[in-house]
């Protein structure tokens, strides 16, 4: 039976890291390319309740919306697709989804809606912005899900995967790191005088942790990453309950 493939991403239907991910799919089934029909870069998992989606057909097989990754996967699953997909690819990023970064990103809220729907799920980026090369990640993306489809993935939990630049020595899986990197704000002045503000990050490296996403891409591997939809902490349940007597009404 013909597997169905649904690619999606947060840069937008035109980028070249998605033209790339759907060839890179195209041996293993069918393929629909549904995705925002301009760069959302760093929605996380927001959903456009204010305004209508508009959606336009570029051919049977791919389609431009007017929204979020998030929206891109619940149209396609609940209303574009004839049939539910076997799984959701998004990407291929250009920089890494690593770290913090998880919870701002576009990429991953697109495969983690995914998973919120019952659709095995994957996320692909590749840890640079410069010199893009999406070759290895496309690659690596075939093979994972090749073996996604054929094994499947526990319920509730995608897999998020960073491919470094360049030599690649391995695959490592990871968890994601603690928080390394180090908010920066630029103040700058526009041809008014007005202030205004661009955000932007440093990341420590002296700090990365041996068993995190970010050491796997400093030591040239792949990091393979699992996460789940479940966000509760288990170990803290029997930790509060010891508050409750104190917090009744």
Do not use: C
């Not at 990023?93 to 991953?108: D, I, K, Q, R």
């Not at 400093?218 to 939809?229: D, F, K, M, R, W």
Request: charged share 20%.
């Amino acid at each position: 039976m013909t597997k169905r493939i649904l690619v999606t991403n947060d840069d937008g239907i035109h980028a070249e890291g998605i033209k790339r991910l759907e060839e890179a799919m195209l041996p293993l089934g069918e393929v629909t390319v549904v995705a925002p029909e301009r760069e959302m870069s760093a929605t996380s998992q927001s959903l456009s309740l204010h305004t209508p989606l508009r959606v336009a057909r570029v051919d049977a097989h791919h389609f431009a919306v007017a929204g979020t990754p998030a929206d891109a996967v619940i149209l396609a699953i609940h209303y574009l697709l004839a049939k539910r997909p076997d799984l959701v690819v998004s990407g291929i990023n250009p920089g890494g989804n690593l770290g913090e970064n998880v919870v701002y990103s576009g990429t991953v809220a697109a495969a983690m809606e995914a998973t919120l729907h019952g659709v095995p799920a994957i996320a692909v980026s590749l840890a640079s912005r410069k010199q893009l090369d999406f070759s290895r990640a496309a690659d690596f993306a075939q093979r994972l899900a090749a073996k996604v489809l054929n094994e499947g993935l526990p319920a509730g939990v995608m897999l998020n995967v960073n491919v470094p630049r360049g030599e690649v020595k391995g695959v490592r899986i990871t968890r994601m790191s603690r928080k390394i990197s180090q908010n920066v704000i630029h103040e700058q002045k526009d041809p008014r005088g007005r202030p205004y503000y661009w955000l932007d990050e440093t990341v420590d490296l002296g700090q990365v942790e041996p068993d995190s996403d970010y050491a796997a891409i400093v030591a040239h591997e792949i990091s393979l990453t699992p996460l789940q939809v479940d966000r509760t902490d288990y170990s803290s349940l029997n930790h509060l309950s010891a508050w409750l007597p104190s917090l009744q009404l």
